[in-house]
């Protein structure tokens, strides 16, 4: 089963900023949080990881709270481009395997 | 980042019949990793692929309905074997990346339609 619960789906404002939150409470101490997103009819893309501190790149920005049990992936300037559904997933590094919950369905609106 | 393409990229099977669904990837890679996604759900895993070893089902998945071959290390094929209307789902294969990110490839998908 999956390790994360996140929202079934979530609205945004074009170019507002969208947060997609995602709890992992049993998550280990060696364990990463991945975000993958698909958009409609394609496979699934990385975005970005973390393991304790806040990440950013080109893509998004990862917050994770310090107990590490919940995370926040923040897309800056939300387009209709970024419409998609959102997978916040707990591994391991190296070989783990990579198991997709139900996602968040992000819709971003003109 | 590893580039991977799928064939056939759909078809349309008749039930009782085999389809086998073919993985290329561009870059040598250890681990691949088969996944099926049904209408309107998330992706599951049913296998990884090890070159050179037997591959590892999920729970709920089996050889001898999905047979995997991995030949080398950029290559690897699904069987879907005597099909059924359930078994109409797109079927993707990823791969790891092996630099710092470890984050997963996923191929185009193979979309599959059994009547």
């Known amino acids: 089963d999956a390790k994360t619960t996140q929202p079934t789906s979530m609205d945004c404002a074009e170019g507002r900023a969208a947060n997609l939150p995602c709890n992992h409470s049993t998550i280990s101490g060696n364990e990463y949080v991945y975000w993958y997103r698909q958009i409609h009819s394609q496979g699934p893309q990385y975005i970005i990881h973390?393991?304790?501190n806040n990440e950013t790149n080109e893509m998004a920005s990862l917050i994770i709270t310090e107990d590490r049990k919940s995370s926040t992936l923040i897309l800056p300037h939300a387009t209709l481009r970024d419409t998609a559904v959102y997978y916040c997933?707990?591994?391991?590094?190296?070989?783990?395997?990579?198991?997709f919950g139900p996602g968040t369905s992000l819709s971003v609106i003109p | 980042s590893a580039v991977i393409s799928q064939k056939p990229s759909r078809d349309i099977c008749q039930r009782g019949t085999s389809l086998t669904i073919q993985c290329q990837v561009d870059s040598q890679v250890t681990m691949m990793f088969w996944y099926r996604q049904q209408p309107g759900q998330s992706l599951t895993l049913i296998a990884t692929?090890?070159?050179?070893?037997?591959?590892?089902?999920e729970s709920g998945f089996v050889i001898d309905k999905f047979p995997i071959s991995r030949p080398n290390l950029t290559f690897s094929t699904l069987t879907v074997s005597n099909m059924s209307p359930e078994d109409s789902s797109i079927y993707l294969c990823?791969?790891?990346?092996?630099?710092?990110?470890?984050?997963?490839?996923f191929g185009p998908g193979t979309r599959l339609t059994v009547t």
């Open positions: 692929a090890n070159q050179g070893s037997e591959a590892t089902y």
């Open positions: 997933i707990v591994t391991g590094t190296s070989y783990d395997k990579v198991i």
């Open positions: 990823s791969v790891e990346d092996r630099g710092t990110k470890y984050e997963q490839y």
């Open positions: 973390g393991l304790k």
